[in-house]
């Protein structure tokens, strides 16, 4: 039995809901099918036209709060990607791949962003009709504020995340700056609307941790409780395993963000999407509240994991119950 939720029974917005196309979201993300193919971009799309939902993504801005929050933000971050990036040194910087990831490493954390981490660019992580040569991705993540974050759905909650949206376009533009310098092409990959490819699967990749109930990745250290950009290269750096902290098997067990999501959008089960078994918000069901919520964040704000310090404990935690478990199952 889902527990009292103040923002139930939530009614979407008439306006808001004549504008829905009369494909559901679900269909373009894939949900059901069995076989494998790449995403199609069902949101945050650079052009709004070239999404069935662009109607709604349009209602989303217009209906942005009149709050000098939001609208310095998104100025900030428009300049910062209207930057240009700096002319590609002549000659290339060659070294180690462990060197480049400490330099990495040092140039990024702490200050630019609070974590990083690099994999080999894969195909099926790039939206359908989109193409790259670039062999790797470096991921960045910004963490949010909690102390505002947690006041999600409320107008703080929505200008911590806009504002961590421009730190996470500054570092992309950043670190795509000083590979260029060092004589190396790159290409940054911002949000939200990334235009070219979906940001999570890198993110799971590169050791950010592992997907949530909420359909946001949790990390050891930040807990869903952060943004992502990114930036293509061919620059050899060391890439960066995935991890397993035991997310998934605690996801199954505990309910928090389903309970506390208004519109119910979150499953206790996984879903086949796209030939995958794995957690899966409910589109149809998530943006209205979204769109009328100034971008909503509650389900990643519940998460126990997005509490400062609370993350690594669980780890520490679910390690030591794992290696018990490994220890019974030898004897
Ligand atoms: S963001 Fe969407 S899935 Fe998360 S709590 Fe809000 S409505 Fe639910
Ligand atoms: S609130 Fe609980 S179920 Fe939801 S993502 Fe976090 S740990 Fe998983």
Not at 82 to 108: I, K, N, T, V, Y
Not at 202 to 217: D, I, Q, R, T
Not at 244 to 272: M, N, Q, V, W, Y
Request: charge should be neutral.
């Amino acid at each position: 039995m889902a527990r009292d939720n103040p923002y139930r029974p939530f009614t979407p917005d008439p306006d808001q809901m004549a504008r829905a196309p009369d494909i559901s979201g679900n269909e373009v993300n894939g949900l059901g099918e069995t076989d494998m193919r790449r995403p199609r971009p069902v949101y945050w799309a650079t052009d709004p036209d070239q999404i069935a939902h662009g109607e709604m993504q349009r209602w989303f801005m217009q209906n942005s709060p009149d709050d000098p929050r939001f609208t310095e933000q998104r100025k900030r971050r428009q300049a910062a990607m209207d930057r240009p990036l700096p002319e590609l040194a002549r000659s290339r910087l060659e070294q180690g791949a462990d060197a480049w990831l400490a330099a990495l490493q040092a140039f990024c954390v702490p200050g630019l962003a609070e974590k990083v981490g690099v994999a080999r660019l894969q195909d099926d992580w790039l939206y359908e009709g989109q193409a790259t040569a670039f062999l790797r991705i470096v991921v960045i993540g910004v963490q949010h504020d909690y102390a505002v974050l947690s006041h999600a759905p409320e107008i703080e909650a929505g200008g911590e995340v806009m504002r961590q949206y421009t730190r996470a376009v500054e570092a992309a533009m950043a670190v795509a700056g000083w590979l260029r310098r060092q004589g190396w092409e790159a290409e940054p990959v911002t949000g939200p609307m990334t235009g070219k490819l979906a940001l999570i699967p890198p993110a799971l990749a590169s050791g950010f941790g592992e997907l949530g109930k909420h359909g946001s990745v949790i990390d050891r250290d930040m807990g869903a409780s952060f943004r992502l950009s990114a930036v293509l290269t061919d620059a050899p750096i060391r890439e960066t395993p995935a991890v397993e902290h035991g997310i998934d098997a605690f996801c199954l067990s505990c309910r928090i963000c389903e309970d506390a999501c208004p519109p119910e959008a979150l499953s206790p089960t996984k879903r086949r999407v796209r030939g995958v078994e794995k957690w899966y918000v409910d589109f149809d069901r998530c943006i209205p509240f979204f769109n009328q919520h100034q971008g909503c964040a509650i389900c990643i704000a519940v998460c126990p994991w997005s509490r400062p310090g609370v993350g690594q404990n669980l780890a520490r935690k679910l390690a030591r119950r794992a290696q018990r478990q490994a220890r019974a199952d030898q004897t």
